[in-house]
Structure formats: structure tokens, C-alpha cells
Nanobody, 124 residues
Framework: QVQLVESGGGLVQAGGSLRLSCAAS????????MGWFRRAPGKERDFVAA????????YLADSLKGRVTISRDNAKNTAYLQMNSLKPDDTAVYYC?????????????????WGQGTQVTVSS
């Protein structure tokens, strides 16, 4: 059974940083891409970033470039999302996803597995 468990969310002041983690278990193929999405209140689930097996194949949402980085440690089956210079508009539930897709895949429906989400709240 595949499980994705996010951690690292919380309350942070504008301008602060957070590092989200996604621990995966049960994935039988290391070649799965891992991605991050977020859903702000009243909005759709939006793509944030994704990374392929190799860290050289990372892809970020244009609106977040310069503020977020994605990485993964395949030995630990864990993906990370580092977010800096956080803004109140970054407030959302952040979800980890995994799928047998290219890391340029931005559509949530293309991903096979999802975590339960972790809340990120940025205060002004």
C-alpha cells in the first residue's frame, strides 16, 4: 500500500520560510515523480513543483520561481519543498503527490498517489 505523509506545515509570518517533507512508503518504482500542489480556500488545487528521479529534472510553477525549491532524497524516499519569502497568498493546504509521470506534469489528475495534506498559514 502506497502512503505519502507530509509534514512541516504550520504558522509563519510573512517573509519567513518553511520546509515541507513528504515521506513515501510502498512505492515499488523509484522512477516515480514526486510533486507538490496546494489548495487555497475557495480555489482549485494548483501545481507548485515536481521532481523526477534525478534532481536535475525539477520543474516549478512560474509564479513561484525564485521562492521555492524542490528536492528529493531517494535513499530516504522523501521529497522536500523549501519555501522562502512566504506571503499571505501562500496560505493553503499543501499536498504531496507521486505518479509515473514526467515532472513537468502539472495536472493533479495525472498523479496516482496523494498525501493527506499539511496546512501552511502565512500571517501578515
Amino acid at each position: 500500500q502506497v502512503q505519502l505523509v507530509e509534514s512541516g506545515g504550520g504558522l509563519v509570518q510573512a517573509g519567513g520560510s518553511l520546509r515541507l517533507s513528504c515521506a513515501a512508503s510502498g512505492l515499488t518504482r523509484d522512477l516515480y515523480a514526486m510533486g507538490w500542489f496546494r489548495r487555497a480556500p475557495g480555489k482549485e488545487r494548483d501545481f507548485v513543483a515536481a521532481i523526477g528521479w534525478s534532481e536535475r529534472t525539477a520543474y516549478l510553477a512560474d509564479s513561484l520561481k525564485g521562492r521555492v525549491t524542490i528536492s528529493r532524497d531517494n535513499a530516504k524516499n522523501t521529497a522536500y519543498l523549501q519555501m522562502n519569502s512566504l506571503k499571505p497568498d501562500d496560505t493553503a493546504v499543501y499536498y504531496c503527490a507521486a505518479g509515473n509521470v514526467a515532472p513537468t506534469t502539472t495536472q493533479p489528475a495525472q498523479y496516482d498517489y496523494w498525501g493527506q495534506g499539511t496546512q501552511v498559514t502565512v500571517s501578515s
